[in-house]
T-cell receptor, first 110, second 115 residues
Framework: RKEVEQDPGPFNVPEGATVAFNCTYSNSASQSFFWYRQDCRKEPKLLMSVYSSGNEDGRFTAQLNRASQYISLLIRDSKLSDSATYLC???????????FGKGTTLSVSS | DAGVIQSPRHEVTEMGQEVTLRCKPISGHNSLFWYRQTMMRGLELLIY????????DSGMPEDRFSAKMPNASFSTLKIQPSEPRDSAVYFCASSPFGGMNTEAFFGQGTRLTVV
């Protein structure tokens, strides 16, 4: 089983739609979780950290379910500029390196 | 701050040649990571350093790959000899060491094509 698994998509949605991405991780000892965003032919950049109680940043909401080893990202009111690949990221057990999922591609159209 | 700087941005080389990728981390960051990204395998961690010391190189695919960090401001990833299947985008990232929610900052990557 891969350490971090995501549905690759692509997700094709109209502007204004709500879209949710899911991710599962294999190591129950993992302590830190993130969502990164990667635009086409660019480097990954941190979108948001994921906290145990769930957290929100504007139109973006991240949630963590430790019992199910499941992470989610919800995007409300999608914009054209949200089109990108969203990478689910888990820190390794030692807490020293980031392990990436293969990413979920989102395409928002007008 | 200039961010993580990688060179070259693009590299095209012939099979069997030696390739050296370079990285300058963000000043003050103690951790440095080398990743490789392909369509098939996504973003794979190759090796990472803490305070210039290699901590885990289990992601390095073969002995043809080697990485060094001679000082806090410079690292290299070398492939010798290169093969077509090494074609990928190679990213370097740096991070302040410690802290469970510490962010990693990526360079713009080196797009390597081995023909």
């Amino acid at each position: 089983r891969k350490e971090v698994e995501q549905d690759p998509g692509p997700f094709n949605v109209p502007e204004g739609a709500t879209v949710a991405f899911n991710c599962t991780y294999s190591n129950s000892a993992s302590q830190s979780f993130f969502w990164y965003r990667q635009d086409c032919r660019k480097e990954p950049k941190l979108l948001m950290s994921v906290y145990s109680s769930g957290n929100e940043d504007g139109r973006f909401t991240a949630q963590l379910n430790r019992a199910s080893q499941y992470i989610s990202l919800l995007i409300r009111d999608s914009k054209l500029s949200d089109s990108a690949t969203y990478l689910c990221v888990v820190k390794n057990q030692a807490g020293t390196a980031l392990i990436f999922g293969k990413g979920t591609t989102l395409s928002v159209s007008s | 701050d200039a961010g993580v700087i990688q060179s070259p941005r693009h590299e095209v080389t012939e099979m069997g040649q030696e390739v050296t990728l370079r990285c300058k981390p963000i000043s003050g960051h103690n951790s440095l990571f080398w990743y490789r990204q392909t369509m098939m395998r996504g973003l794979e961690l190759l090796i990472y350093f803490n305070n210039n010391v290699p901590i885990d190189d289990s992601g390095m695919p073969e002995d043809r790959f080697s990485a060094k960090m001679p000082n806090a401001s410079f690292s290299t990833l070398k492939i010798q000899p290169s093969e077509p299947r090494d074609s990928a985008v190679y990213f370097c990232a740096s991070s302040p060491f410690g802290g469970m929610n510490t962010e990693a900052f990526f360079g713009q990557g080196t797009r390597l094509t081995v023909v």
